[in-house]
């Protein structure tokens, strides 16, 4: 069994780790019953976006076990850029072990160090452990806040 250490340890993808990060995507889509275009097709896309400097991946754990994806744009409302956390999952066997908030907190502090002001995301409204774990982290939808109204994610292919 890896050391604490070395099971928390985050990292920057790298384009070499394109198969790894494919493998994950397809793997939460899966898990979740989402579609997914596979494993391989995955792993090129996010090759290309990767070199491109159009993503940004952190892994966490030796197999790796969890990722995060991130986005950058520039802001409207500052002169920051903004983040969006595209993606973030944890391999079932290894959940419950802090490896999704060593990922988020992670991609918090990367998402500061290049120059974003701003993090936003998505989940699902039954996905209660992930939303446990963004609002322990200051993530907010103003549920159940006086005088706030909650915020809704929407999304349609074109």
């Known amino acids: ?11 920057l993808a790298q384009p070499a780790d394109a198969p790894d990060v494919g493998r994950l995507l397809h793997d939460f889509n899966t898990e979740f019953d989402d579609p997914t275009p596979g494993a391989h097709w995955l792993a090129g896309r996010v090759r290309e976006l990767i070199e491109a400097d ?12 969890g990722l995060a994806a991130l986005r950058f744009r ?7 850029l903004e983040c969006y956390l595209a993606e973030l999952y944890v391999v079932p066997a290894r959940r419950g072990k802090g490896l999704g908030r060593a990922l988020l907190e992670a991609a918090m502090t990367h998402a500061r160090e290049h120059g974003a002001d701003y993090m936003d ?8 452990a992930a939303r446990a774990l963004y609002e322990s982290c200051g993530f907010d939808n ?10 809704y994610f929407y999304e349609r292919a074109l």
């Open 1 to 11: 069994m890896p050391t604490p250490d070395r099971l928390h340890a985050v990292r």
């Open 54 to 65: 159009q993503l940004t991946v952190l892994l966490v754990g030796p197999g790796p076990d």
């Open 74 to 80: 520039p802001s409207l409302w500052s002169a920051a």
């Open 121 to 128: 995301l998505g989940t699902g409204e039954t996905d209660t």
């Open 142 to 151: 103003h549920e159940g806040k006086p005088g706030g109204s909650v915020n």
